[in-house]
């Protein structure tokens, strides 16, 4: 008699799969920093004494480019087309506005004053965005223009000049460091936080990714957009009323200002595209430029020459990031797609 034994399948053991590992990811204002040491030692080559100076001095004026950049990058993450060209006269308005009303109310409420006018300047552009539906940069141009023709007024009434208080908060330093740079590193990093946690920062890169996106997920968009741009004017009149106190009111005072916020905002790694803020890119692009400007004017360039340097560079930055991250080429598809559809009709009716 035979048995047969039947053989039972060893069961066989998963082999574990190995966790993909988090690889380092370069960040977006990497090379503004890489800029801002490069740029750092040209100067330690032209000028060896003191190396550091070039770096304490470069701290003492990007607090106040950061703050006009910080509401520059809110705007430039909205999304395409949105830009806020009046910048610059709001920080020459509020410098005089800081110290008009700080002359009978004192120093604090003076700057208080300023980011209002700021405010103000702010709601005026976005009232003529999102009411009257002017595209943004012409809003804010009519308010550019509005804003100079109020700092010609104030500068024919008023020629005082800022308190002493004032002048000694601004340069005063902390352990070798302005304090304005720790303070407005602060506000760098609230802005980062908002931009992470808040439904209102969360709400502004929605919003520039896709706009109807965010309208379909239940965001507000006109409301983000209107407090965005009064965020941008805020932070502009807050730069101008401190400047007035670091260097002198001027109808000029933040002429410079427009296109270096641009292009801090740029070369910081936030997309010229939208949908993507870097608050740090701001510190990093803000070092690089005024440390720039220093080497520049070390070697004798002029203003004129230093302005041209500085839209070759945004518009090479630009040029790079559209390729990096696919824009340039998703805009060209969506031109050649354009074109072929129009040449299609065309056959067809001359056919």
């Not at 109310?105 to 999102?130: E, F, T, Y």
């Not at 609230?190 to 946690?197: I, T």
């Not at 006109?222 to 401190?242: E, K, M, Q």
């Not at 990096?324 to 969506?334: C, K, L, V």
Request: overall charge positive; proline content about 5%.
């Amino acid at each position: 008699m035979t048995t047969s034994t039947t053989s039972t399948p060893t069961p066989t053991l998963a082999t574990p799969v190995a966790e993909p590992r988090h690889r380092f990811r370069w960040p977006a204002w990497g090379w503004s920093l890489i800029g801002v040491l490069a740029v750092w030692i040209c100067i330690v080559a032209v000028r060896p004494a003191q190396p550091f100076d070039p770096l304490a001095q470069a701290l003492s004026l990007a607090p106040f480019l950061v703050l006009v950049a910080l509401g520059q990058m809110l705007v430039i993450t909205l999304g395409p087309g949105n830009i806020d060209v009046s910048v610059g006269t709001v920080v020459s308005l509020a410098s005089y506005v800081s110290v008009g009303v700080g002359a009978t109310a004192g120093p604090v409420v003076g700057v208080a004053a300023a980011a209002g006018a700021g405010v103000l300047a702010g709601l005026v552009s976005a009232i003529a965005i999102l009411v009257l539906r002017v595209p943004p940069i012409i809003a804010t141009l009519a308010t550019s223009l509005i804003v100079q023709s109020t700092t010609l007024l104030l500068a024919d009434a008023n020629r005082a000049s800022a308190a002493a208080g004032l002048r000694a908060f601004v340069n005063a330093k902390l352990l070798g460091i302005p304090v304005m740079a720790i303070l407005v590193a602060v506000v760098t990093a609230v802005v980062a936080l908002v931009l992470a946690r808040t439904r209102f920062g969360l709400s502004v890169l929605a919003v520039g990714q896709s706009p109807r996106a965010a309208e379909r997920a239940g965001i507000r968009v006109w409301r983000v957009t209107a407090i965005t741009y009064i965020v941008s004017g805020g932070f502009a009149g807050l730069a101008g009323g401190l400047l007035a106190a670091f260097i002198s009111p001027s109808t000029v005072l933040g002429t410079s200002y427009m296109l270096d916020s641009v292009a801090v905002v740029v070369i910081g790694g936030t997309l010229i595209s939208g949908g993507r803020a870097m608050p740090v890119g701001a510190w990093t692009g803000a070092l690089f430029f005024v440390l720039l400007s220093g080497l520049l004017n070390l070697v004798g360039w002029s203003v004129g020459a230093q302005n041209i340097l500085k839209g070759v560079l945004v518009v090479a930055v630009v040029v790079v990031s559209t390729a990096a991250t696919g824009t340039g080429r998703s805009a060209f598809a969506r031109l050649r797609d354009s074109l072929t559809i129009t040449a299609k009709k065309k056959e067809n009716i001359h056919g």
